[in-house]
């Protein structure tokens, strides 16, 4: 216990890892903003530190704690959940077979879509909750990389893990992990066999919805983290020194605001289940869900707290209902103390494999009560 190795992530995150100001003895810690660093005379760099496109201390800490949650060897911010996805795909090179998700965060399918097959990526989108579907497609030799996404947006399809591992490495192909939903609190990949788990830390890591980040964490810091770190290095999306600082000050509550919105989100999706205005609850924590078992087993203290409900009265309706809440914002993004609603097929385009009929719920930690009570407001108003 004396030396913290034993400590619970809660009491780790809480304290972010126990860091004091050697100087000051500052229990929070200071803000840099040098982007250049002083070299020794002899034209080093002994401080480790040289120039600010990835030399930043403000950055270390929050990336230390990431690290430490997901049980990882090291992790990197990004100046955004896209460009630390981006720089994965990028990093491999064109003709590389890749399998990606087909229902999964649109903006990284779109992107793919556009950017990942026009630089060459040979991508195939699959129901990769479907191990044979999986098992089927990998081709030994020739796939790097299986991507997936889970609890997956914003349908809420699970995807076991373990088995996509055994199937992925079993071809020589790499897997990387989209968990955004789940955070390190609820799931953590790399123990279930994955490579590498990205964040979009935009969400649940900073729950305030007040800056945009990106991260990813290895198993080993081997030849395709070198290529990622230059990928970072090179191509500069770096995330400034702020939006580190309130990162780091935003991760000291997340196991109290992802344990607070999983409750909310499970008495919700109870609450609407059999409701006369819901034609279906898609929620992994329900037992009628089709991944709630393997939820189960790959997701302790929780579901998450991200939801959706397919409305009976198709499109209209659930326009409608989003269109009256009150206390639920209207508005996109997920992961925020404040719970937010959105009708995704009207964000997503006429090619999406959203249903019109749904809307996507991010709950936040309000009262339970109070944001059924706005529903069930919009619902019958
Ligand atoms: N992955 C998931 C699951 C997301 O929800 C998002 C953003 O909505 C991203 C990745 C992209 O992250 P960012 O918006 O931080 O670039």
Redesign the pocket.
């Given at each position: 216990m004396a030396n913290g190795n034993d400590w619970k992530p809660e009491t780790k995150t809480a304290q972010a890892l126990g860091w004091i100001d050697e100087r000051t003895r500052a229990v929070s810690p200071p803000l840099h903003l040098s982007s250049t660093y002083i070299r020794d005379p002899d034209n080093q760099y002994r401080s480790g530190y040289g120039y600010g496109r990835d030399d930043n201390p403000t950055f270390e800490q929050a990336e230390a704690l990431l690290c430490e949650l997901e049980g990882g060897a090291e992790a990197m911010l990004f100046a955004?959940?896209?460009?630390?996805?981006t720089a994965v795909f990028r990093a491999l090179k064109p003709g590389d077979h890749v399998i990606a998700q087909e229902v999964?965060?649109w903006?990284?399918r779109h992107w793919l879509l556009e950017q990942g097959i026009g630089w060459g990526l040979d991508i195939e989108f699959l129901p990769t909750w479907d191990m044979d579907a999986l098992a089927a497609a990998v081709r030994p030799g020739e796939t790097k990389l299986v991507w997936i996404?889970t609890p997956?947006?914003p349908m809420w399809h699970i995807v076991d893990i373990e088995r996509a591992a055994e199937i992925a490495h079993g071809a020589g192909a790499r897997l990387a992990v989209?968990g955004?939903?789940a955070t390190p609190v609820l799931s953590r990949p790399l123990d279930l066999g994955a490579d590498l788990v990205?964040?979009?830390?935009?969400?649940y890591l900073n729950g305030h919805s007040d800056i945009?980040?990106?991260a990813l964490i290895t198993r080993a810091a081997d030849e395709v983290w070198a290529a990622l770190r230059a990928q970072r290095h090179d191509g500069g999306a770096i995330l400034g020194s702020f939006e580190a600082w309130l990162l780091l000050r935003g991760m000291r509550t997340l196991h109290l605001r992802v344990g607070a919105a999983s409750a909310n989100a499970l008495t919700i999706a109870r609450h609407f289940q059999g409701h006369p205005a819901i034609s279906e609850v898609l929620y992994p924590g329900l037992q009628e869900h089709p991944g709630h078992e393997i939820a189960r087993r790959q997701m302790q203290g929780g579901f998450g707290g991200m939801l959706s409900l397919r409305f009976a009265g198709g499109e209209a309706a659930a326009v409608q209902a989003a269109a009256r809440v009150k206390l639920w914002k209207r508005a996109?993004?997920?992961g925020g103390v404040e719970s937010l609603i959105e009708h995704r097929a009207s964000i997503e385009g006429p090619d999406t494999p959203v249903p019109g009929d749904l809307l996507r719920l991010s709950t936040g930690i309000e009262d339970a009560e109070d944001l059924i009570a706005d529903l069930e407001a919009a619902m019958e108003a």
């Open positions: 955004s959940g896209m460009a630390a996805a999964m965060y903006g990284l996404e997956a947006n989209d955004t939903t990205m964040h979009s830390a935009t969400k945009v980040a990106g996109t993004s997920l």
